[in-house]
């Protein structure tokens, strides 16, 4: 202690110096309002599950490694290999090399939350495009809006972290710091531009400055919260380019993961921006339709 001060007792009878431990402690810590979960939107379900092992043939789901006790929980993800095709091998797990938790995702947001932000965000929307933003709920919990995702490293809840300031993208961190729920619209277009450029520049040469300015704004924002980070890599370098990785999970071509990856870099702030993300959503699921029509007939 400095020379000449005298210490400060708690139990000073000055006013000025009033205590507020105790009024803290009475107060104690605000709850966080309950969060409803819609249960049409979720993406793990027995009957997602049945739905991705047809449409991810590919992947040889095994719905008995999902669900090895023939019953849901909480969180439904599987394990699979990759070193020679995506294979699911076992219920989550511990991670040996070679493998990634894969979760159910729903591709295009349209819940009755999203849709909510949109018409409160954008003004002047026409009755057509309200009609049409109200029908869109119907088609976000339809199976062809369900796919699967890295749950490894988070990437999955990067998606539903993204929004912008202005038209600058960014990502929420997971626990603090978090914008009002009505910014974040959960856009598949948007993890897809964050994938682009991890393909872009995942052979770049960074400064640790740059390096840590681009972790924390991509799609391994979330891994620094976890150990996760070097599954999620390696996963992703299994891959040869975000064109690659669209078409094993998405099915679709360079021209369509292109006009995804521009458009998800572009915030919707417009009836024209809104509707022309609709657009989108709904060649997507044109496709996710075709793929597992043609897959049904192969079986």
């Known amino acids: 202690m400095p020379r000449g001060r005298k210490p400060v007792s708690k139990n000073t009878s000055d006013p000025n110096m009033k205590d507020y431990s105790d009024e803290k402690k009475k107060r104690g810590r605000k709850k966080s309002p309950k969060i409803e979960l819609d249960p049409n939107m979720k993406d793990d379900t027995v009957e997602r599950w049945t739905y991705y092992q047809q449409r991810y043939k590919a992947f040889n789901i095994v719905l008995d490694c999902i669900f090895p006790e023939g019953k849901e929980e909480k969180r439904n993800n599987g394990t699979f290999t990759y070193s020679n095709g995506i294979n699911n091998v076992r219920k989550k797990d511990e991670l040996l090399p070679g493998e990634i938790n894969l979760c159910g995702d729903i591709a295009f947001n349209f819940g009755k939350d999203k849709i909510r932000a949109f018409k409160q965000s954008i003004s002047g929307l026409t009755d057509e495009t309200l009609n049409r933003l109200d029908s869109f709920y119907e088609m976000a919990i339809d199976n062809k809006n369900c796919t699967l995702m890295p749950a490894s490293g988070s990437m999955n809840n990067v998606k539903g ?132 029509n043609a897959n049904t007939k192969q079986a």
């Not at 799609?219 to 094993?248: G, I, P, Q, R």
């Open 161 to 292: 972290s993204i929004y912008f300031v202005g038209t600058k993208m960014r990502i929420a961190a997971p626990t603090y710091g978090r914008p009002d729920k009505s910014k974040l619209h959960d856009r598949l277009d948007s993890i897809i531009s964050l994938l682009d450029d991890f393909y872009r520049k995942q052979n770049t040469t960074f400064t640790m400055k740059e390096a840590l300015n681009y972790i924390g704004n991509s799609v391994f924002k979330h891994t620094m919260n976890n150990e996760n980070y070097a599954t999620l890599y390696d996963f992703l370098t299994s891959f040869e380019s975000v064109y690659d990785y669209c078409k094993a999970f998405y099915g679709i071509d360079e021209g369509f993961v292109r006009e995804l990856a521009d458009n998800g870099r572009k915030p919707i702030l417009t009836e024209d921006d809104l509707n022309r993300y609709m657009d989108l959503a709904e060649r997507f699921w044109s496709i996710q339709e075709d793929i597992f």
